[in-house]
């Protein structure tokens, strides 16, 4: 089977959409001769754009997402549209590029995968938030087509489909959810994993956005413990707080690591080796990579209901996910019971490793995009 890949970035770079591009490319080309489309935008579509932007932010106070407005959008879809003439393939799959599609015309089945409706992230995630009026409703619009324009839609989570049933008015049958897996090359064996909690408990808070994280959540939590006696300590990768740390004991501050870089994925993967849990006490989440990685390194995830994060951490399964009301001080105290009890804490690392095994990795998502593409090409019947 013939597949076609089009996304706005390309999947053979990693940091595409945290790699979640990437590593989906690499499940389906297991299985199939895979056709990339990605174009670059051209320099008057994006002057004339990034002007409006400038327009928005100087004259009325707002924010634009050039991405989520019709020009982008009819660019693009007329591009994908003449290069599928050029370049047929069975089955056309769509890596989070609503406006690709919005505008297309063709009788190849897209299937289309993305982690949030534009109805539900505007106002949602800092970047997407006090947006132009005139650019929320033409990406609610273009957002909307795109999903009617897929004859399948692959989504991220419970969370996501409620939106495209209830927003864009999407048929339950044409949607599937499927979680993400964890992007990472190098994972471990079973028996490589450090199940049994030894010495002094480790915390990793890990996310680039300190705010939208809930890193001063993760941090209080953390000074609450230590109050209480407990000497935990705290690692911080991705980010540097805005906070001087330099006085405090147990915390070390990583401020990146970089996934494609051998050094840095080696210091990664100890760093999970040597991690109790997970602390994430996210303001606004999608999905959430982070938890399938951390589940394959059996780290039971402590963080916040919100966005598509339910779809990921299971309540006593692999984590626990606090209402988005809690404070550091649940936090702390869930911590507190988790870290006073090495039976329960050995238990939740046992079964974060057995999800993540069950459900929160590639190979189940490729198989089950296989399953999808199998039945919608027209060469497979």
């Known amino acids: 089977m013939k597949v076609g890949f089009a996304a706005r970035w390309s999947p053979l770079d990693k940091r595409s959409w945290s ?12 299985h199939n001769e895979v056709e990339i489309f990605h174009f670059k935008w051209p320099w008057y579509l994006r002057e004339w754009l990034t002007t409006q932007k400038s327009l928005n932010r100087k004259c009325f106070k707002k924010k634009t997402a050039v991405e989520f407005l019709n020009a982008y959008a009819r660019y693009f879809s007329r591009q994908l549209e003449k290069e599928l003439k050029k370049r047929p393939v069975d089955v ?6 609503s406006q ?14 993305t982690d949030a409706t534009f109805q539900q992230i505007q106002g949602y995630y800092p970047y997407f938030s006090n947006l132009a009026k005139y650019n929320v409703k033409q990406g609610i619009a273009l957002d909307k087509s795109a999903f009617q324009n897929a004859a399948h839609c692959m989504l991220a989570s419970e969370w996501n489909k409620r939106s495209a049933i209830e927003d864009y008015g999407i048929a339950e049958e044409k949607i599937s959810v499927l979680p993400l897996g964890a992007n990472m ?43 209480k006696g407990i000497q935990a300590q705290l690692r911080i990768i ?6 001087d740390l330099s006085a405090e004991k147990d915390i070390t501050v990583i401020p990146f690591l970089d996934k494609n870089k051998e050094e840095d ?117």
Not at 238 to 243: A, E, F, L, R, S
Not at 319 to 328: I, S
Not at 359 to 368: D, I, P, S, Y
Request: proline share 5%; glycine share 8%; aromatic share 10%.
């Open 100 to 113: 690709l599609i919005a505008y297309i015309k063709t009788d190849i089945p897209i299937i289309y995968m």
């Open 238 to 243: 991705g980010c540097v707080p805005p906070h």
């Open 265 to 381: 994925l080696q210091q990664l993967h100890q760093v999970f080796l040597e991690t109790d849990i997970l602390l994430l006490p996210t303001r606004a989440e999608c999905a959430g990579v982070v938890f399938c990685e951390a589940s394959a390194y059996g780290i039971p995830s402590i963080t916040t209901d919100t966005g598509g994060v339910s779809t990921y951490v299971k309540e006593g399964v692999n984590g626990y996910a606090l209402p988005l009301a809690a404070g550091a001080q649940e936090y702390a105290q869930l911590l507190e019971e988790l870290l006073s009890s090495d039976n329960r804490l050995n238990e939740l690392k046992t079964t974060s490793r057995k999800h993540y095994q069950e459900q929160l990795n590639w190979e189940q998502w490729g198989k089950r995009f296989q399953q999808l593409a199998e039945k919608l090409s027209p060469n497979q019947h």
């Open 185 to 227: 090359d190098k994972l471990p064996q079973a028996n490589e994993l450090f199940i049994k909690t030894t010495g002094q408990p480790s915390l990793l808070f890990l996310g680039v956005e300190w705010d939208r994280k809930g890193g001063d959540i993760a941090l209080e939590a953390f000074r609450i413990l230590r109050s």
């Open 92 to 97: 056309l799959f769509v890596s989070a590029s």
């Open 19 to 30: 790699g979640t591009s990437y590593y989906s490319y690499q499940e389906i080309k297991k």
